[in-house]
């Protein structure tokens, strides 16, 4: 615990569970002071991040669809006429039709890639456009991304693709928004168990192989995710835009690891 973020107000979006991403970045702040928002995808969603958002001493508890421009523009008057302004934002949402995570990706949809595409990428511009207006003493945003956007893994297919553009936009925003002081980054987060993630086919096999070929020889959590993005939301990350962090145990350096198992 610190006071890195006293003072310092910021919405998390995209807390489902406990286990969300989103829920490791929520404690790291509020540990370090900042006070918080939570909106949320869904009425079935608010019996569970109410609760939650109560445990970090929240009851700015708003729910929001991003792929409705009414409920996106709801969620920031609430934020405007509640606080008036705006220090951070965390972006913790993708969504792919889960029978399309599994077997080849030019077998994609139209229809599927559109809506893959509109809820896990021009969502986080849309949040950066309206979360501009309150962040009138500069900012910082941040969103999740993975390695599947760099390199083919297994079953990511049209998330990978939605995750490249993600990527891109991350830098684009940064070059906008960079002259009146906000920061927009990526975390490329290494696999964990989500809710989202499990609708990705042979999971448990892509974080086994990750454990075993990471140079820390295994898998982070979401608190490491927390860490690291505390790191890029608050005044430690003052020089840091544009930037893609990777926090997934440095398998993304690793082009073939070392033969260091006793039975190869
Ligand atoms: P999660 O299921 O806990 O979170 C995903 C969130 O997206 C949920 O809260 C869901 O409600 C929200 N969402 C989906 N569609 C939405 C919509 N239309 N409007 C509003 N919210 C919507 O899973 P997670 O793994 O914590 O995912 C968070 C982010 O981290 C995602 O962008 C994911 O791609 C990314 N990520 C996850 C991993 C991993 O292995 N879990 C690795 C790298 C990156």
């Known amino acids: 615990s610190s006071n890195l973020m006293q003072g310092k107000r910021g919405l998390i979006m995209g807390l489902a569970n406990d286990k969300s991403i989103a829920w490791g970045i929520a404690k790291a702040c509020a540990d370090a002071g900042a ?6 995808q869904g009425d079935a969603l608010r019996k569970r991040v109410g609760p939650l958002a109560a445990q970090l001493g929240s009851d700015l508890v708003i729910e929001c669809d991003v792929t409705n421009t009414e409920s996106m523009d709801a969620l920031f008057a609430e934020l405007e006429a509640k606080w008036g302004k705006l220090d951070f934002v965390v972006h913790a949402i993708g969504f792919s039709d889960k029978s399309e995570l ?17 809820i896990s ?49 991350v830098k684009y ?23 989202a993630a499990s609708g990705i086919g042979d999971f448990r096999y892509i974080l086994k192989w990750n454990e075993l070929n990471s140079p820390l020889r295994r898998n982070v959590t979401q608190d490491e995710v927390g ?19 990777h926090v997934d145990a440095g398998y993304h350096v690793v082009g073939m690891k070392a033969v260091d198992a006793p039975d190869i």
């Not at 599994?102 to 509109?118: I, L, P, W």
């Not at 456009?129 to 390695?147: F, I, N, V």
């Not at 928004?177 to 927009?184: E, P, T």
Request: aromatic share 8%; hydrophobic share 40%; proline share 2%.
């Open 102 to 118: 599994r077997g080849r990706y030019v077998d994609t949809s139209a229809e599927n890639f559109q809506m893959t595409m509109d």
């Open 35 to 40: 006070e918080l928002a939570f909106s949320y």
């Open 173 to 195: 925003l940064a070059e906008d928004l960079g002259k009146d002081g906000i920061r927009v980054n990526a975390i490329s987060a290494g696999p964990i168990k989500t809710l």
């Open 121 to 169: 990428v021009y969502s986080f511009t849309a949040v950066v456009q309206r979360a501009e207006k309150l962040m009138t003493d500069g900012g910082s945003c941040l969103t999740l991304t993975y390695y599947g956007a760099e390199q083919v893994m297994p079953h990511y297919n049209v998330m990978g693709v939605a995750k490249a553009a993600l990527e891109a936009s």
């Open 227 to 245: 860490k690291s993005a505390l790191y890029l939301l608050s005044d430690l990350g003052s020089g840091v835009t544009g930037e893609n962090l």
